[in-house]
């Protein structure tokens, strides 16, 4: 059985608990046990029993408290939280030099794939006008997701030293459309797990590639098997394909 411990008490901390307490290994057991949970009283970490893995879903503000319970532990870590500067994650690349730690801005195989299809079709169709749009509830902190921001890096590491670059919105008389930029756009509204969408625009024809989420269990799903698969890992620091499919 894996000890886990969780750093968030929103929606998908309490999601991945009750995911956890509720799933049993091929014999029957329970697979997980969760020996702790930190919602907004960060100094519970101090406390907090250790575990084999910690899973944080909270967001940038915590990333202090991560740290500590990490180093304190000695635990492995799979981060999902969005929004992280460069400076923030890399951190979290410092704590892969002493444990296993995996970060992803989406823990969906769907997302995964849509992630590869992307690159491939950036390769496939050159000189095509490429258009980000990501959707979520009206709750989300940050923009754009950390799934669109992956979907950029597919994109523009497929056109590898050719200069394409990101524009956020526009606005105003902003000109004939630069055919190195890639345009990114955020929407918020009720309760949208999450929407991404990836447009190639050419001359008479257009392809899209979407991605739906209709429930956040798809993320804790993949969470939770990232965690089991991250104990087998060497210290370092990985990404969800890394883990998944490598």
């Known amino acids: 059985m894996i000890s886990i411990a969780i750093m968030g008490a929103g929606r998908m901390g309490s999601l991945i608990r009750t995911t956890a307490e509720a799933a049993r290994g091929v014999d029957g057991e329970p697979a997980f046990e969760v020996v702790a949970q930190v919602g907004f009283d960060l100094a519970a970490v101090d406390d907090a029993p250790a575990a084999d893995v910690l899973i944080d879903f909270s967001n940038v503000a915590c990333l202090p408290a991560v740290v500590s319970y990490v180093r304190r532990c000695d635990c492995a870590l799979v981060s999902g939280t969005t929004g992280y500067t460069s400076e923030q994650l890399d951190e979290l690349r410092a704590l892969g030099a002493d444990v296993p730690v995996v970060w992803s801005g989406n823990y969906s195989i769907g997302v995964a794939a849509l992630r590869h299809l992307t690159a491939q079709a950036t390769r496939e169709l050159p000189g095509f006008d490429v258009e980000i749009v990501e959707t979520h509830h009206n709750q989300k902190a940050d923009a754009p997701s950390g799934t669109a921001a992956m979907l ?16 956020y919105g526009r606005e105003g008389m902003c000109g004939a459309r630069d055919e190195h930029e890639i345009g990114m756009h955020s929407l918020r509204g009720g309760t949208v797990a999450g929407v991404h969408t990836v447009s190639f625009f050419g001359t008479d024809e257009e392809v899209s590639l979407t991605h739906r989420a209709t429930n956040r269990q798809i993320f804790v799903n993949g969470a939770l098997a990232a965690a089991k698969r991250l104990l087998a890992r060497e210290a370092g620091f990985y990404t969800f394909d890394d883990i998944m499919f490598a």
């Open 152 to 167: 950029l890096d597919a994109v523009i590491d497929a056109h590898e030293g050719m200069g394409y670059h990101p524009v």
